[in-house]
């Protein structure tokens, strides 16, 4: 399935200045810094003036003093994904790529996200949300499962927990990244992903990883994690996928790009996991490989995120 590209034509100069924000204070700082180096080498290479702004301290002085038309977010985790970010560009207004204020803290907010999945009949795991070591009732019969932080993204802080010995600790550990934590039930099969690009869901990509799960290693580091395009499903299925992502990735609100992830259980039924609204773009990331299997380049797919900045 190729990308439907309403307007091929490209005027770099139409972007004025754009400021890419990567960086930041969360726990994918690195991801993020990868992310915007090679969003700022894209656009620069392709004729649009731009300028990288470390979000990590004086984001406010430094858009200030560079005073950009349109900012490109690069970022990941808190303080950029989860509607931060995007409020304080709205103050500023300036126009900005990606979900907008609610959409962003509603996928970034795993346990909301999942109820309001689960409201209109969409489905997603059983889960739990654990605020501390006096609330695991719950959570125990939910093994074997998966431990996370409801706030954070890229894996980071997840376990898979069998015993309910092990679950008072997993759940500790995860709640370092501070906020609740999620527990949720551990379905068995494949992962899958749908990319999102300006109202279109791309090529489905199926992820086999080395180890237990598709953690922070396999998605960045490893190059052991296979991906598959095809995905192996039929078109019907396939079609299936991609509507059902495009469904959960709108009743959050989101807009412009983002990513839809699932799991498969043994009966062939696919479960929502998570949005991701500002997926990564390193050389390891899905949504290059998508927008490339649908057609799009790099360097076009940078220019498909931004065009849609201004359309909010």
């Known amino acids: 399935m190729k990308y439907d590209r309403s307007c091929d034509h490209f005027d770099p100069k139409a972007f004025g200045k754009v400021a890419v924000l990567f960086g930041g204070n969360s726990a994918e700082r690195e ?23 470390d979000t990590c301290e004086n984001a406010v002085e ?22 931060t970010m995007q409020g304080l560009l ?26 309001l999945w689960q409201s209109i ?37 997840v376990a898979r927990v069998d015993r309910r010995e092990d679950l008072e600790a997993a759940c500790q550990r995860a709640g ?34 080395e180890g237990e799960f ?18 192996g499903l039929t078109s019907i299925k396939e079609q299936e996928l991609q509507a059902v992502a495009l469904t959960a990735f709108e009743t959050l609100g989101c807009s412009g790009w983002g990513r839809v992830d699932f799991m498969q259980d043994q009966q ?7 949005v991701n609204t500002i997926p990564g773009m390193t050389d390891h990331s899905l949504m290059p490989m998508a927008a490339a299997d649908a057609g799009l380049s790099f360097d ?13």
């Open 31 to 53: 991801v993020s810094l990868t992310s915007g180096e090679r969003i700022y080498a894209s656009l620069t290479r392709q004729g649009v003036k731009c300028q990288l702004i």
């Open 62 to 83: 430094q858009l200030q003093a560079y005073g950009p038309d349109y900012a490109f977010i690069a970022l990941h985790g808190r303080g950029g994904e989860d509607g």
């Open 90 to 115: 709205e103050t500023m207004g300036i126009p900005y790529s990606g979900s907008g204020v609610m959409a962003s803290a509603l996928a970034m907010d795993k346990y909301r996200c999942k109820l």
């Open 121 to 157: 009949g969409l489905p997603t795991p059983e889960f739990a949300l654990v605020m501390g070591a006096d609330n695991l009732g719950h959570a125990e019969s939910l093994l074997p499962a998966f431990v996370k932080p409801s706030m954070e993204g890229s894996s980071v802080g």
């Open 176 to 209: 370092e990244h501070k906020g609740p934590v999620l527990v949720e039930s551990f379905i068995d099969g494949p992962e899958f992903t749908v990319g999102i690009l300006n109202d279109q869901a791309l090529p489905v990509i199926r992820i086999e990883a």
């Open 214 to 231: 598709y953690d922070y290693e396999a998605k960045y580091l490893s190059d052991n994690t296979r991906y598959s395009i095809p995905c």
């Open 268 to 274: 062939g039924r696919f479960w929502l996991l998570e």
């Open 300 to 312: 076009e797919l940078v220019i498909e995120i931004l065009k849609a900045a201004n359309v909010r």
